[in-house]
């Protein structure tokens, strides 16, 4: 193991849980290497200087503060819980926003308890795993209520009469629709993120990070565009661009067999539904292809 290395980046992702199967996806399509091995928690890149250690969510924001980590990718729900619960204030700027592990933190009652807005929650115990962030919340809004702390499973303090309401993360709503419990406001939205550790890095460890960077910003970039390939009559090109706003400098090429028609091929730089398709079908363009793009560099 190269852990004590200096060049190399040392990246905290989650051990298991929402972020982490999307996280090794990403360091995977950046070109990354990593052979993780079943019960080890760190694991070293072949290809890249850069080792992984897998680690608890709610650990992730003190190691890269403590810069035990060079940079992590956390929920941004974790981290902003985390940098308020600290007595010393720090901040950890967010480098990068990753699109990924969506959800937001949200009020739950019980389904049969009344909701009109937020003086509803005026007096309550409302359980959370969340407790810096619905602190300043509630004080912040000018709300008195009472903060019930818990590790875990918060969705089953109403039944457990130890909370009236909950405030915890919701993404499909699966779990408050299972336990009872209806979402009556929601206090924060989250996605992935990358963070660093404060201070400046050695230069060689710098370079590398924003070679990463640069990865990360390519595979974005790539996921939301595609190559479009179609033949039209010439006269519909402009007809194209006003359906494909997002087709940049097109190839136009010559059919051999047809001297009316062209084809064209094109970066476009957002998704192409159905309904576009059927559209620049219908002005008579045909053979219409879209293909994905794995990786740009611009
Ligand atoms: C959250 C939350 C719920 C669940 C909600 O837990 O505590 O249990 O996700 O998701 P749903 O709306 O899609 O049903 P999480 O998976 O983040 O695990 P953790 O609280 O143990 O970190
Ligand atoms: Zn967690």
Redesign the pocket.
């Known amino acids: 193991m190269t852990m004590t290395e200096k060049g190399r980046i040392r990246i905290g992702i989650q051990k298991s ?2 972020l982490t199967e999307k996280s090794l996806k990403l360091l995977e399509d950046c070109g990354l290497n990593l052979e993780l091995r079943k019960d080890r928690l760190v694991a070293e890149c072949i290809n890249f200087p850069l080792d992984l250690m897998l680690l608890r ?2 650990d992730i924001p003190d190691y890269v503060i403590k810069g035990l980590c060079d940079i992590g990718i956390v ?1 941004e729900n ?1 981290l902003k819980e985390k940098l308020l619960a600290r007595e010393t204030p720090i901040d950890l700027p967010i480098m990068k926003r990753l699109g990924y592990g969506e ?1 937001r933190l949200s009020m739950a009652f019980p389904n049969e308890r009344p909701y009109i807005g937020l003086m509803s929650l005026k007096g309550l115990r409302i359980a959370t ?1 969340y407790p810096a962030i619905l602190k300043k919340y509630l004080k912040d809004n000018d709300l008195q209520a009472e903060v019930v702390e818990m590790k ?4 089953i303090a109403p039944t457990l009469l130890i909370a009236d309401a909950i405030c ?10 299972s336990h009872g419990l209806k979402e009556v406001c929601s206090i924060l939205r989250s996605e992935a993120v990358l963070v660093r550790a404060p201070g400046r890095f050695p230069s060689d460890k710098e370079i590398a990070l924003q070679r990463l960077l640069k990865r990360i910003d390519g595979v974005k970039k790539a996921e939301c565009t595609k190559y479009v390939m179609m033949n039209a009559p010439k006269s519909a090109l402009e007809s194209i661009q006003s359906i494909l706003p997002g087709m940049e400098r097109p190839s136009i090429m010559n059919l051999s067999n047809d001297e009316s028609r062209i084809a064209i091929h094109a970066v476009c730089r957002e998704r192409v539904f159905w309904e576009t398709m059927e559209r620049l079908k219908e002005i008579g363009a045909s053979s219409i292809l879209v293909l994905p793009i794995e990786k740009i560099i611009e």
């Open positions: 849980g929402r969510d709610d929920g974790v959800c795993s875990g499973s918060v969705e915890d993360l919701v993404s499909t709503g699966m779990t408050l629709k």
